[in-house]
């Protein structure tokens, strides 16, 4: 295994590392035999900006997933791709674990730390996340039970903020219509301090249940241009907040990788997929 640390100017595409999971596919590779010992990769830092950090799969012959933790075990994030680039905004010591897919098998290196040594304060300058997060403080959503989600059919041109404008889509939205319990469905707290945290607090979807649980995690928040794929991605068994449970509303829904399609500071509006593939939008508010 190598360790380098070349200087390198890495800019990253977010999104891409929060979203994939270990791909198994190896039946096209060549048969070999895998051990610590001969594992190729390199865990490197940007000299030039040290919260930067280039992850390197060097060998053609394995499909490589990475993952990475911080010091508390919170994972935040991983991928599958053979070159990637992370950043880590917030001060403290990181663990990047690589393993390697073969034909064969699979195996997993020993970790490697990394030491970030300073927030980098430039990293949250896009007004997005303080419209989610409140920055350290923290900010606090609830679900808009006067018009809690919305059916919009499965056309592209629907789910596209860009191309229908900003502001509640006015369809079907009442919730005798949804089928939807007019009850307090929880909360979900985003923060920035010290970390991506996230605290969801989700009420039983069991009718006429208060019962609320309490999960607390970490999240990826990742930025496109003109706003037209950001989503947010959850780790450490959290998840989006909603309404109900499985259902034909939600029974082939990901609640753990949303697309957000509307964020301002009054609102929070994410995408699901329905069982027969047409899109609902479900609508959140800041907690007053």
């Known amino acids: 295994m190598k360790r380098i ?13 929060f979203s ?18 001969t594992l190729k990769f390199s865990v490197t830092q940007n000299a030039l900006n040290s919260n930067e950090v280039i992850l390197k799969n060097l060998d053609p012959d394995v499909i490589p997933y990475w993952k990475y933790i911080d010091e508390n075990g919170n994972e935040l994030g991983h991928s ?3 070159d990637d680039k992370i950043v880590l905004p917030f001060a403290g010591k990181y663990m990047v674990y690589y393993t390697a897919y073969a034909r064969g098998g699979s195996v997993e ?22 419209m989610l997060t409140n920055g350290e403080a923290g900010k606090t959503w609830v679900l ?5 989600l919305e059916f919009i059919g499965n056309t592209p041109g629907y789910v596209n903020r860009a191309v229908s404008g900003p502001g509640w889509w006015p369809l079907f939205s009442e919730i005798s219509w949804a089928g939807l319990e007019d009850k307090d469905w929880g ?3 985003f923060d920035l301090n010290g970390g991506y945290n996230v605290s969801v607090t989700q009420t039983s979807p069991v009718a006429g249940s208060t019962q609320k649980t309490t999960k607390k995690g970490t999240y990826n928040f ?22 109900s449970g499985a259902s034909y509303f939600s029974n082939s829904f990901s609640f753990t990788n949303v697309k957000i399609v509307e ?3 009054n609102s929070l509006c994410f995408i699901a997929i329905r069982a027969d593939n047409d899109y609902l939008i479900y609508h959140l508010v800041p907690k007053s």
């Open 222 to 243: 990742s930025l496109t241009d003109g706003s037209t794929n950001d989503r947010i991605a959850f780790n450490g068994g959290t998840e989006m907040l909603h309404p």
């Open 20 to 37: 994939c999971e270990p791909i198994d596919d190896r039946k096209s590779l060549p048969a070999v035999t895998l051990s610590p010992s």
């Open 144 to 148: 808009y039970m006067l018009q809690p």
């Open 263 to 265: 964020l301002t500071d």
């Open 80 to 82: 599958n791709k053979n």
């Open 109 to 130: 290196a020993a970790p490697i730390t990394v030491d970030i040594e300073q927030n980098d304060e430039t990293f949250f300058n896009d007004a997005r996340w303080n």
């Open 187 to 189: 909360e979900i707290t």
């Open 5 to 17: 640390i070349p200087i390198l100017i890495a800019i990253i595409t977010l999104g891409s590392v």
